[in-house]
């Protein structure tokens, strides 16, 4: 684990919550999507999303 300071910490927490936000909303647009090319780019991304969030967990 990395020695961040408060500031540091809470930055990473609000780009923490703004990509699981992200993930979620893209997950509703996929299912919302009836074209399934545009589902799948949607899918994707909030894939992206997930991992980027676990990604910075680990670095806590």
């Given at each position: 684990?990395?020695?961040?300071?408060q500031m540091e910490l809470s930055s990473?927490?609000?780009?923490?919550?703004?990509?699981?936000?992200?993930?979620?909303?893209?997950?509703?647009?996929?299912?919302?999507?009836?074209?399934?090319?545009?589902?799948?780019?949607?899918?994707?991304?909030?894939?992206?999303?997930?991992?980027?969030?676990?990604?910075?967990?680990?670095?806590l």
């Amino acid at each position: 684990m990395a020695n961040f300071n408060q500031m540091e910490l809470s930055s990473i927490r609000e780009v923490v919550s703004c990509h699981i936000t992200t993930a979620s909303k893209l997950g509703a647009y996929a299912n919302q999507c009836q074209d399934p090319q545009i589902k799948q780019m949607f899918q994707q991304a909030a894939t992206e999303a997930q991992r980027s969030v676990q990604k910075l967990v680990q670095m806590l």
